[in-house]
């Protein structure tokens, strides 16, 4: 990869469902500045698992081509997303006495963190984050970093990431037969937030739903830090099913007419709106209300909005999310849909569109579908400027890489 210049370029990969996108960043003084981006359809994921590794080989090396290309860079390595169907997290806690005359020190903080991380997990899952809530000295709670200050006894409230390990090594070994080095492996979600939550949302508390076309993720993040994730294993693609199904179409037909012609909200649309239904084997195409297609996206995306708000219900969060619902992945572009998420959560609901602090390409990347991969890359820029020329060249034992990796997740 260039490293002429001051701040190392990164490649942010997001193997999703639908495609494959490759996102090359470095980090500028204000933010990120996006060099080049690939994107290639793919068939070798279903539901967020690989269920075809040559096609999913293949459809990174073409988005990867395509990123070096328009970025006029090589990438030899990439932070490659894991989501919805790998990942499981949960909130945990510890507490040490502190050493060294009752100074924090950086070793209290790895002991505290060891600690709150060691729970008994299964042994085919790995810890991907471990990402602070809070840390309280003494009696003093609500601190970011506790490091220098003075107290007996630290605490650390603490959400962990875990990640199913042979479905990791799949994605892996993916990105390895593509020709690439895995940098790190990061929580979609947790980098989709980089790209298109803002720190007040964080705060205040909010909830990030990825609307894919496979998958749905769900993240929710309270006083600046995640607490809550979880995921449907099916997304746009259903709905498409749903059409296909019921308007007696082909899949890939069903999947145009909904892009071009689709709503989620019956009411949205007027009663005398028509549109063309294609003709199957050669026969003429039909009009058909577009109230009918209305009715089939609305049902559906209504049942699968339900079963999220009782996910935020049984999260406890559901009083806590004052900045509402940010809708992200492709589907976030279905005509009606933050509306219909405005009337089922009864919240605001905005679209991801905004990506935060970047520069370069601003109009190429905006797409909500976009923002995983846009997240990898500043996610990925923000660490390696962090971590310094040799961890970022990969030197260095693995396990301390990751532990520094967690530091680096907390301050
Ligand atoms: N204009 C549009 N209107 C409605 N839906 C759209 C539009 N454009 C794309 N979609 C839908 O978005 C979905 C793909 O979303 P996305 O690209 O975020 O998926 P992915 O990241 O590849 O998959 P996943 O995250 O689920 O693994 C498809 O179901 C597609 O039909
Ligand atoms: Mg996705």
Redesign the pocket.
């Known amino acids: 990869m260039n490293q002429d210049q001051h701040t190392p370029v990164v490649a942010g990969l997001?193997?999703?469902?639908?495609?494959?996108?490759t996102v090359v960043a470095r980090k500028t003084g204000t933010g990120v500045e996006i060099l080049g981006m690939g994107t290639a359809p793919?068939d070798g994921?279903r539901?967020?698992v690989v269920v075809n590794v040559d096609a999913t080989v293949a459809s990174i090396r073409q988005s990867v081509g395509e990123a070096e290309k328009a970025a006029g860079v090589a990438i030899n390595s990439v932070y490659a997303g894991v989501?919805?169907p790998l990942v499981k997290s949960f909130n945990s806690h510890a507490a040490i006495s502190v050493k060294n005359e009752h100074e924090v020190t950086d070793a209290d903080v790895a002991r505290v963190l060891e600690r709150a991380k060691d729970v008994d997990l299964p042994h085919d899952r790995e810890t991907l984050h471990i990402l602070t809530q809070e840390f309280i000295v003494d009696d003093s709670g609500g601190i970011k970093d506790p490091r220098g200050m003075t107290g007996i006894r630290l605490d650390a409230r603490v959400h962990v990431v875990t990640a199913d390990m042979p479905s990791m090594k799949n994605l892996a070994r993916c990105v390895d037969k593509a020709g690439l080095d895995v940098t790190d492996l990061v929580l979609?979600s947790l980098a989709t937030s980089e790209a298109v939550l803002t720190p007040e949302e964080k705060e205040v508390g909010v909830v990030l739903l990825?609307?894919?076309?496979?998958?749905?993720?769900m993240a929710i993040f309270r006083d600046g830090s995640l607490c809550h994730t979880a995921f449907l294993p099916y997304?746009?693609?259903m709905?498409?099913s749903d059409l296909a199904s019921v308007l007696k179409l082909p899949f890939q037909d069903a999947?145009t007419l909904?892009?071009?012609s689709?709503c989620a909200m019956i009411q949205k649309v007027r009663r005398d709106e028509l549109v063309e239904l294609p003709g199957i084997g050669g026969r003429k195409p039909k009009p058909i209300r577009r109230q009918h297609i209305a009715e089939i996206i609305e049902a559906r995306s209504e049942e699968i909005f339900l079963r999220l708000k009782k996910e935020i219900m049984r999260s406890g969060l559901d009083d806590q999310i004052g900045a509402g619902i940010v809708l992200?992945?492709?589907?976030?572009?279905?005509?009606g849909?933050p509306e219909l998420g405005e009337r089922v959560f009864g919240v605001d609901v905005r679209l991801g569109l905004r990506s935060i602090g970047i520069e370069g390409m601003v109009e190429t990347v905006a797409g909500?579908?976009y923002a995983?991969a846009v997240g990898l890359a500043m996610y990925g820029a923000r660490m390696a400027e962090q971590a310094g020329p040799a961890e970022h060249d990969g030197e260095g034992d693995g396990m301390f890489r990751r532990f520094t990796r967690f530091l680096q997740d907390l301050f």
């Open positions: 997001d193997i999703g469902s639908n495609k494959v996108v793919t994921m539901r967020g989501s919805g979609s990825d609307f894919g076309g496979g998958t749905v993720e997304g746009g693609a709905v498409s999947e909904k892009t071009a689709g992200t992945g492709g589907c976030a572009l279905m005509e849909l909500p579908a995983t």
